[in-house]
């Protein structure tokens, strides 16, 4: 019998596809790691860092103590959240007009009224967190009268790479065999 040649080259590009991407994320766990460590020291950091305007500056600041002027809300929210003491309810959103130019999406406190919190602008302190592809400022301590919400925590970024990489090795693995199963039916019915 024959082994089929194109079926072969196809099964093994394949597999060769797969643990090439099992190989990327075990690279991305480290880089994640890193980044995580990084995060982690940064939270602990007591200087305070410029709120960042351009997306490529978010990296940096992420979980560090920063200011913010608020010229102007823009637009007020409401969105689910947790309070620094684990209770869920609604964390009270406002879009900002920075001085300067720009604007910044402010996380002004927790609270269980849906009624979007009535304040005006002025400065405010809190940590930087995470908003998509943006940043946010978690005001601390919190304003208009609103209850602290859960400061950012780089221990909710999931480092996943490890087990996506066990995934492709699998994979890989799995049509290996189906292949070689393959093979010797044919083999066998041949």
């Known amino acids: ?13 394949a597999a060769a596809t797969m643990i090439a991407l ?16 990084h995060y ?8 305070n860092v410029t709120f960042p305007r351009d997306p490529a500056d978010i990296q940096q600041a992420l979980y ?7 010229d102007r809300v823009v637009a007020r929210r ?3 959240g947790r309070s620094e003491g684990g209770k869920t309810g609604l964390a009270q959103m406002v879009r900002c007009a920075m001085q300067g130019g720009g604007e910044a999406e402010i ?7 849906p009624e979007p919190a009535k304040w005006d602008g002025g ?6 967190g995470p908003a998509g592809k943006e940043a946010r400022l978690i ?6 009268g609103l209850q602290p919400l859960a400061p950012p925590d780089p221990k909710d970024i999931p480092n996943n790479h490890l087990a996506y990489a066990g995934q492709w090795f699998f994979f890989a693995l799995t049509a290996l065999a189906i292949y070689i199963l393959a093979l010797r039916r044919r083999r066998k019915n041949a």
């Not at 982690?40 to 200087?47: E, T």
């Open 139 to 144: 005001a601390s301590p919190p304003m208009a």
């Open 22 to 37: 099992g190989v990327w994320q075990l690279r991305r766990a480290d880089e994640k790691a890193a980044l995580l460590a």
């Open 1 to 13: 019998m024959r082994v089929p040649i194109f079926s072969t080259i196809v099964v093994v590009a």
């Open 78 to 80: 409401t969105t689910p």
């Open 123 to 128: 400065e405010v302190a809190g940590f930087i």
């Open 40 to 47: 982690d020291s940064a939270i602990r950091m007591s200087s």
């Open 64 to 70: 560090r103590h920063s200011v913010v002027t608020c």
């Open 107 to 113: 996380a002004l406190g927790w609270s269980l009224a």
